[in-house]
């Protein structure tokens, strides 16, 4: 089997990876003004960074919200589409090792894709995710540049904008420790300064997208959690989603290549589609 590409093509922003003998390939993300112009900027780049051939390319497989606008093949090479959340789903086991877990793709908003096996299926979403992140910080920060949100969260105290357990009772709720959050931004002063309003955004994201997830499993015996997704990058999910651990006895995984997931399962579809047709 020669080289399988898999491109996750969003609206501004591309990625795209390749598969070969079960093996990730130097993964690689584009961003331009438009989708056709990422999606093709992303492709020769790919190719050209990893002295790939077009003979050597066997299957083009393109997935993503950017896909849509994709009606012709890539270059004259066979290409097809392959459904978001079912790449989801292939991309998250595939890195994580995990085929009993919600995959929880933290994109402009956030789906939860329930994974048993073989049986992958979309189970919902919130529209709580990268897209609030940056809107948020837009209106009250005055950029919408995620890394320099996060830089800033770094520099802030959250304990200035959240209220906690502790802060509205004496003593510890059951299941509920002192410090636990109470209420987003329900201390949040009007004055108060863009660092711990930074902290106080990413916080209340990444929370109420971990407690969803974990609302999401409940009826079923799912203890694993694998994220990802761009958000997944954020240095704040080291602080965030180890607390909703220990609150919820569950497990969150963020695998290496995170932020490529659903491109490498766009390829991985594929892999699966050739597999099952041998198997017929």
Not at 74 to 81: F, Q, R, S, V
Request: aromatic share 6%; charged share 20%.
């Amino acid at each position: 089997m020669g080289i399988v590409i898999g491109i996750d093509v969003g609206i501004s922003t591309t990625k795209i990876v390749g598969i070969k003998n079960g093996k990730v390939s130097a993964p690689i993300r584009i961003t331009a003004a438009d989708p056709i112009t990422s999606l093709y900027g992303a492709f020769g780049k790919y190719l050209h960074d990893n002295d790939i051939d077009l003979k050597d390319v066997e299957q083009v497989m393109l997935t993503g919200v950017g896909a849509a606008y994709i009606d012709q093949s890539i270059y004259g090479l066979p290409t097809d589409k392959s459904q978001e959340f079912i790449a989801d789903g292939l991309g998250a086991r595939f890195e994580s090792k995990l085929d009993h877990t919600i995959v929880v793709s933290m994109g402009t908003g956030t789906s939860f894709v329930l994974c048993n096996g073989e049986d992958m299926r979309h189970i919902g979403g919130i529209g709580v995710g990268g897209g609030t992140l940056a809107g948020l910080a837009r209106l009250m920060l005055n950029t919408s540049d995620i890394k320099q949100v996060a830089a800033m969260a770094k520099q802030g105290n959250v304990r200035n904008i959240d209220l906690t357990i502790g802060d509205i009772s004496a003593q510890p709720l059951p299941g509920l420790p002192m410090d636990t959050t109470a209420s987003n931004f329900a201390r949040a002063q009007s004055d108060a300064k863009k660092e711990d309003i930074a902290a106080g955004i990413i916080k209340m994201v990444l929370q109420s997208i971990g407690s969803a997830a974990w609302l999401a499993s409940l009826g079923s015996d799912i203890r694993d959690f694998v994220l990802i997704g761009n958000l997944s990058l954020l240095p704040q999910c080291k602080e965030v989603f180890p607390a909703l651990e220990k609150l919820y006895d569950i497990r969150f995984h963020i695998p290496k290549y995170s932020q490529y997931c659903t491109a490498i399962g766009a390829a991985l579809d594929y892999v699966q589609r050739q597999q099952d047709l041998k198997k017929a």
